[in-house]
């Protein structure tokens, strides 16, 4: 349970909400019984008798939203409902669409979260008959985005701005109608621009069709645009002394037509107040654009009578005065006679009184859709977001939805062909998406039942074929073009097209239903008859050439601009129809390009009354809004499908293998759940990442089933909640330790940083610490890396500067100390060894090369043992004690033979021995010098004086214990000043008056021999390795004097 709880996303969320009694717990489905279905998808039964009770149920407890799939439906309750609050939209802000009960917030949304994870565009289709709730719904969506996207002040000021725009548009587009009193007379394609943040940065807003018939003439109970009427009730007594006008609706034609100027739902004093202050949010100077309503309100009142030929004459121009900047005589005239061009000439002809009247109620309309086109122009100026980086759209399309009237005109074959071109980007675009994810989940695509109403669209919009190229013919045709010419046309063109028919063509039991100027279209929500009466005039929306040039004087300076354009087009402007099809063009590319989200809006009743559910009322819209067969293309092949894990976490209870955990792959807990369940393989289809169920009622045999195990769950709810609670506090405790650790460390770690910056400064307050942190450093990782031996020189670590000098004094110390241990440690005899060796330094060091390698030898009491000396020798020197006996090779003193002879160091002499015989015997008094060569042979020179002529003259001997011998020699006779290391020869005396020399020189051998110039000739290797004092060196310099 403790994990299942961790890993439920939203757990904690519908805990709270369970908690504050805001939310079933369960979905959907479980609501059903109560409320009726909350997705038409789950319906069991298709047909428009389920929908429309499924409907009314929901509706009877103020339940306005259900869902078809992602589609909204909402029907309008004429009452104000307490479920557009904050604090509904907090409940539904991030939360998976499906978790919580339809909602308009729920919609918007996911569209708004799916486009900052996908990061691309969408837009939200709002579309329903005339006071359904689609501009209300379209308000909606964008207060919950003002309040849930991320905000700062200058995205405020954007907000404020597009939210702002609302009232603004309204004023100027919506009017009073029989069935809306704020019926928006235009269709409206907001874009909100997000930057990657989710931040609302921006908006841009495209008009469509603004219905310009509405500012000269309204029918019984209808109103102009509201803005008329605010400014004449609301406007202050200054503004409207300024703009010529009068307190009062009464007195303007253009006001009164409807005999409704003054209603009880619209309070357009207030209405002022909100445009003005909007407009000021917008940052407008309203003055101007005030001054083009009142001319258009002071053109309504001008009036003509006719004179005895039946030709208009104005009946007073005061009017015309107020007709800002414009020549009253060039009006007049433009109002009274048609100007014929007739090659260079020109020729006035005069209007008749019908014609002056449509002559000015021409001007009127022009005057005021341009001045509705220049004003969302502005607009979209102070809404626009000038930073190059990219940003993702949502879009959100008000527009009239599907228009059947008793009588239907020009303007509602626009409607409905655009309601065509709606419903078939629909089925592209579902189609299109039911397909891919299909595709996506690698389940077999099975074809669909649906009506596609692409053949209807052709019907209306092919080219040199279709209905508006038939009737832009008729217009622009010369001659006698009528509507029933054009109704003509049409029978010749469509006469056997199954979605057209009229009077002639009709059979006989149609023909009752049409009259001799209808024709009528089977539109894919139901048929619509048209009467042609007016669909040329409309279409071609002329304003004469005359009028045009008066217009041109127009120096309102704002729309100047604009006005100026559209009347030097000298061109003939495109009809009406053909502007509309190609701006539907443009936005059926706009809208292709996006993600779509569908929201249909069904009007509850005609008398605005809360509460009734009209049924018969309901039925058409369903009809004309094509839900059924929304509903049929969304139940294609699955009525249901959802993620393995999602549908896992909700029904495993139902299975003992996947309860109270599954702990393999989630699409493997599925299956198997789904076989327990027994479902049929037909059934259902398991795809990549979803499960894809065929008919409602499987489901809901599965949700029965969990129903009945809910109880249970409710336990295990409660537990989880306690559990929950513990973790959390744990959870809490262990984050506060860690948060006091992290700031200690924190704090630690900057007191360091500081104390290093300051390190080679005197100690002060920021970097003692650092200071005590390096010298204990120091010494610990000193004390374990002390040099081992007295030797070892260079593993002394590198102090930090605060400690150069103590370290130093340690490591002194040290060094002492590990002398000392050395010292104490040594015997009497290694002394004795050393104070020798001290001696032998003392004579050879730096002076004899080969003295390197002797250290390393330890000296020997003597090389000779006393049994290898000859007792007859013992016998002869006994009393002189001996000290010291060593191998040598002495050498002939003529001739340099070598000879293998013993030498004894007694207390007074130097004996040379051969066998039992003492061949010579030195004293040491008689003993004038010793030399030695400066290289690595082993030749020792004994000088010795002689003090009768027969005695021996200087010893030549090559000893390998040459440091060794010479060494005792001076010990035992005090001769360390007889020794002498000399480069080059070494002379001596072989006798009286007679010298040799021994000559000594570096070889890639040792070697010894005698050269020719009668000299010893002494070679020593120059490698070192190969010293001489080897034995082998030794006889190899014996066999070279051999001669061998
Ligand atoms: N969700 C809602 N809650 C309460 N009242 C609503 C709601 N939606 C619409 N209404 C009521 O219905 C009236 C008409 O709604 P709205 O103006 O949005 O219709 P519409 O579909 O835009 O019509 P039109 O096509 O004429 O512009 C609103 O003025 C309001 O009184
Ligand atoms: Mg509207």
């Given at each position: 349970l403790w994990s299942e709880c961790w890993c439920c996303e939203s757990a904690t969320l519908l805990l709270q909400l369970v908690a504050q009694g805001q939310l079933d717990m369960e979905?959907?489905?479980?609501?059903?019984d109560r409320v009726g279905i909350q997705d038409f998808v789950l319906l069991d039964e298709t047909t428009e008798a389920a929908f429309l009770s499924n409907l009314k149920k929901r509706f009877s407890k103020d339940l306005i939203y259900t869902y078809i799939g992602t589609l909204l439906v909402s029907v309008n309750p004429y009452k104000e409902l307490d479920i557009y609050n904050k604090k509904q939209m907090d409940i539904y802000m991030g939360v998976n669409f499906f978790e919580l009960p339809p909602h308009i917030y729920a919609l918007a949304d996911n569209a708004y979260h799916t486009m900052l994870t996908e990061f691309n565009n969408h837009f939200?289709?709002?579309?329903?008959?005339?006071?359904?709730?689609?501009t209300e719904a379209s308000k909606k969506i964008l207060q919950y985005y003002a309040v849930s996207c991320p905000s700062t002040t200058l995205l405020n000021t954007v907000r404020d701005k597009m939210l702002m725009s609302n009232p603004v548009l309204e004023a100027f587009g919506n009017a009073k109608t029989l069935k809306n009193d704020n019926s928006s007379r235009f269709g409206k394609y907001m874009d909100i621009q997000f930057d990657g943040q989710g931040d609302a940065v921006g908006g841009h807003i495209l008009n469509y069709l603004l219905e310009k018939s509405r500012v000269v003439h309204q029918n019984h109970g209808e109103r102009n645009f509201h803005i008329f009427y605010q400014l004449v009730e609301g406007g202050s007594d200054d503004l409207l002394h300024q703009l010529g006008l009068e307190r009062g609706c009464q007195h303007y034609n253009y006001l009164t037509q409807g005999q409704c100027a003054i209603v009880q739902s619209i309070n357009d004093k207030n209405d002022w107040k909100t445009v003005k202050n909007a407009l000021q949010i917008i940052n407008f100077d309203e003055t101007h654009l005030f001054e083009v309503i009142a001319s258009v309100l002071h053109l309504g009142n001008v009036r003509f009578d006719s004179d005895s030929k039946g030709h208009a004459l104005l009946n007073n121009n005061t009017e015309l005065h107020w007709l800002l900047g414009v020549d009253a005589h060039r009006l007049q005239e433009g109002l009274t006679f048609r100007k014929i061009e007739a090659k260079k000439d020109q020729v006035l002809s005069p209007f008749t009184t019908d014609h002056a009247i449509y002559a000015r109620d021409a001007l009127a309309k022009a005057i005021y859709g341009q001045t509705f086109t220049w004003l969302v122009n502005r607009i979209n100026e102070s809404m626009e977001n000038k930073d190059p980086s990219r940003k993702t759209v949502i879009g959100l399309l008000d527009i009239y939805g599907f228009e059947v009237f008793y009588v239907n005109s020009f303007e509602q074959f626009c409607i409905n062909y655009c309601n065509e071109k709606l419903q078939q980007l629909f089925i592209e675009l579902t189609l299109k998406s039911e397909q891919e994810e299909y595709e996506a989940e690698g389940i077999e695509w099975e074809p669909v039942q649906f009506f596609n109403n692409k053949i209807i669209c052709d019907l209306i919009e092919e080219k040199h074929r279709g209905i508006i190229s038939l009737l832009d013919e008729e217009c622009l045709r010369p001659g006698d073009a009528t509507d029933l010419t054009f109704l003509e046309r049409l029978e010749e063109?469509?006469?056997?097209?199954?979605?057209?028919?009229?009077?002639?063509?009709?059979?006989k039991m149609t023909r009752k239903t049409l009259e001799r100027g209808d024709f009528r279209l089977l539109h894919y929500a139901g048929e619509v008859t048209y009467c042609v009466v007016g669909f040329l005039d409309k279409n071609n929306d002329l304003l004469y050439r005359n009028i045009k040039d008066v217009s041109l004087q127009l120096i309102l300076c704002q729309i100047k601009m604009c006005f100026r354009l559209y009347c030097k087009y000298r061109r003939r402007p495109e009809t009406v129809v053909t502007q509309f099809k190609s701006s539907l063009q443009k936005l059926t590319e706009i809208l292709m390009a996006k993600e779509a989200w569908y929201i249909r809006c069904l009007k509850s009743n005609e008398s605005k009354q809360s509460g009734q559910f009209d049924e018969a009322l309901i039925r058409h819209q369903v009809k004309y809004l094509g839900l059924m067969e929304h509903l049929r293309v969304r139940r294609a092949g699955f009525a249901y499908r959802r993620k393995y894990d999602v549908f896992l976490?909700?029904?495993?209870?139902?299975?003992?293998?996947?309860?109270?955990?599954?702990r393999g792959v989630a699409a493997d807990g599925v299956e198997v759940l789904v076989q327990h369940l027994g479902y049929l393989p037909d059934e259902y289809k398991m795809g990549r990442t979803k499960i894809f169920i065929r008919h409602p009622r499987t489901l809901f045999a599965t949700e029965d089933a969990y129903e009945k195990?809910?109880?249970?769950?409710?336990?295990?709810?409660?537990m989880i909640e306690k559990i929950l609670l513990i973790e959390s506090c744990w959870r809490g405790t262990q984050a506060r330790k860690e948060k006091e650790k992290r700031a200690w460390a924190v704090k630690v770690i900057k007191k360091f940083i500081k104390g290093y910056m300051t390190r080679g400064q005197a100690k002060n307050t920021d970097n003692s610490e650092y200071l005590a942190f390096v010298r204990q450093n120091y010494l610990n990782r000193l004390r374990d890396n002390l040099p081992k031996t007295v030797l070892d020189k260079t593993t002394w670590l590198t102090p930090p500067a605060v400690l150069t000098e103590t370290s130093e004094m340690l490591r002194k110390l040290h060094y002492r100390l590990m002398v000392r241990k050395y010292v104490r440690g040594i015997t009497p005899q290694k002394k004795a060894q050393f104070q020798m060796k001290l001696i032998t330094s003392s004579i050879f060091k730096g002076k004899k090369d080969s003295y390197p390698q002797s250290v390393a030898h330890p000296f020997a009491d003597s090389r000779i043992s006393e049994e290898d000396i000859n007792p007859r020798v013992i016998q002869m020197i006994r009393n002189e004690r001996i000290k010291y006996c060593v191998p040598v090779i002495k050498y002939d003193r003529n001739g340099f033979k070598p000879r293998q002879r013993q030498l004894i160091l007694t207390q007074t002499a130097v004996y040379v021995i051969e066998e039992a015989k003492i061949k010579q015997r030195v004293l040491y008094t008689s003993l004038k010098g010793i030399s030695v060569s400066n290289l690595t042979d082993s030749t020792i020179v004994f000088h010795i004086t002689r003090e009768e002529p027969k005695q021996k003259g200087d010893l030549v001997v090559q000893c390998d214990h040459l440091f060794e011998l010479l060494t005792k020699l001076c010990v035992i006779a005090n001769k360390q000043n007889a020794i002498k290391v000399v480069q080059g020869s070494i002379n001596f005396e072989i006798q009286a008056g007679k010298g040799g020399a021994v000559d000594f020189s570096t070889g890639p051998e040792p070697m010894v021999y005698k050269a020719k110039n009668g000299h010893l000739m002494?070679?020593?290797?120059?490698?070192?390795?190969?010293?001489?004092?080897?034995?082998?060196?030794?006889l190899m310099c014996q066999k070279t004097l051999n001669g061998s």
């Open positions: 979905g959907a489905l479980t609501a059903r939200i289709l709002i579309s329903g008959e005339s006071g359904a709730g689609k063109k469509m006469g056997n097209h199954p979605h057209f028919v009229t009077h002639k063509l009709a059979d976490k909700r029904y495993k209870p139902l299975c003992p293998a996947t309860w109270p955990h599954w195990c809910k109880h249970e769950l409710g336990e295990c709810q409660l002494v070679v020593t290797c120059q490698n070192p390795a190969l010293l001489c004092h080897s034995r082998i060196s030794l």
